[in-house]
Each structure stands twice: as structure tokens, then as C-alpha cells.
Nanobody, 129 residues
Framework: QVQLVESGGGLVQAGGSVRLSCVPSGRTVSSAAMGWFRQAPGKERDFVAALSWSGSVTSYADSVKGRFTISRDNAKNTVYLQMNSLKPEDTAVYYC??????????????????????WGQGTQVTVSS
């Protein structure tokens, strides 16, 4: 069973930065695609960013392009989401996720929530104006 643990959320002022971390157990970050989603109160869970298992391909939601960066550290078995130039509308619970299948197509970057099997418990990010 794969379990994911996110950390790094908190309260930040608009324009500030936060880095989220996700550590999986029962899985190495270099063996499967990893993604970040977010859910604001009263809204659906939305795609934020994803990284292929090869680590060579990324995908971002238009709303975060140029501000957020997904990356991983294989030695620490950790995936990160660096969030810069934060806006109040970035306020949400952020979830880390990974697919059931490992490896596969090198350039595969899942962007829909149904493509992910395992989810973390989420970490709250609140951006004040």
C-alpha cells in the first residue's frame, strides 16, 4: 500500500513563497508519475502540476504556470511544489498524488484526478491579501 504525506503548508502573505513536500512510503518518487492538486472551500479538486516518472516532463495548470515548480529529489524520495508569487486565490488544501501503475510511457504526465490512485491527506495553504 502506498501512502503519501504532505507538509509545508501554512499562512503566507500575497506575493510570498511556500514549498510543499510530499514523501511516499511503499513507493519511490522515481518510479511513478507524481502530481499536485488543490481544493478550495466549496470547489472541486483541481489539477496544479505533475511530473512524469522519468522526471523529464512536467505539466502545469494555466493558473500557476510561471509561478509554481514541481520537482523531486530521488535521494530524499521527496516531491516538491515550489510556489512563488502567491495570490489569495491560491488558498486551498493541496494534495499530493501518485498513480497505481509504475513507469510506463516516459512522457506520460497525468493531469486528471481519476488517473491517480493514491492520495495524501492534504496540507492547507492560506494566502492573505
Amino acid at each position: 500500500q502506498v501512502q503519501l504525506v504532505e507538509s509545508g503548508g501554512g499562512l503566507v502573505q500575497a506575493g510570498g513563497s511556500v514549498r510543499l513536500s510530499c514523501v511516499p512510503s511503499g513507493r519511490t518518487v522515481s518510479s511513478a508519475a507524481m502530481g499536485w492538486f488543490r481544493q478550495a472551500p466549496g470547489k472541486e479538486r483541481d489539477f496544479v502540476a505533475a511530473l512524469s516518472w522519468s522526471g523529464s516532463v512536467t505539466s502545469y495548470a494555466d493558473s500557476v504556470k510561471g509561478r509554481f515548480t514541481i520537482s523531486r529529489d530521488n535521494a530524499k524520495n521527496t516531491v516538491y511544489l515550489q510556489m512563488n508569487s502567491l495570490k489569495p486565490e491560491d488558498t486551498a488544501v493541496y494534495y499530493c498524488a501518485t498513480t497505481r501503475a509504475t513507469r510506463g510511457r516516459l512522457g506520460y504526465v497525468p493531469v486528471f484526478s481519476y488517473e491517480y490512485e493514491f492520495w495524501g491527506q492534504g496540507t492547507q495553504v492560506t494566502v492573505s491579501s
